[in-house]
């Protein structure tokens, strides 16, 4: 029981760290779209990532609530 939770607790930790890494991500593309717009490849991307993040926040809600 002590080892799910310390798995868990881990899980929780590296989805934090990616959520974290994505969100740097999207706010960079943010900040170079202002001024140069954004490419259809961008785009796509950038909506990849926004359903990873909400993937990932949907999975710690989960998580979390399990310990």
Same mark, same amino acid.
């Given at each position: 029981? *002590? ?6 607790? /881990? @899980?929780?930790? $590296? +989805? =934090? !760290? !990616?959520?974290? =890494? *994505?969100?740097?991500?999207? @706010?960079?593309? +943010?900040?170079?779209?202002? #001024? +140069? %717009?954004?490419?259809?490849? /961008?785009? =796509? &991307? #950038?909506?990849?990532? $926004? &359903?990873?993040?909400? %993937? #990932? ?5 989960? *998580? !979390? /609530?399990? +310990?």
């Amino acid at each position: 029981m *002590l080892r799910d939770r310390s798995e868990t607790a /881990e @899980t929780i930790h $590296r +989805l =934090k !760290e !990616e959520i974290d =890494k *994505l969100t740097e991500q999207q @706010t960079e593309a +943010l900040k170079t779209a202002t #001024y +140069l %717009g954004m490419t259809t490849d /961008e785009a =796509k &991307e #950038y909506e990849q990532r $926004r &359903e990873k993040i909400l %993937g #990932y926040v949907d999975d710690l809600k989960i *998580l !979390e /609530e399990s +310990l």
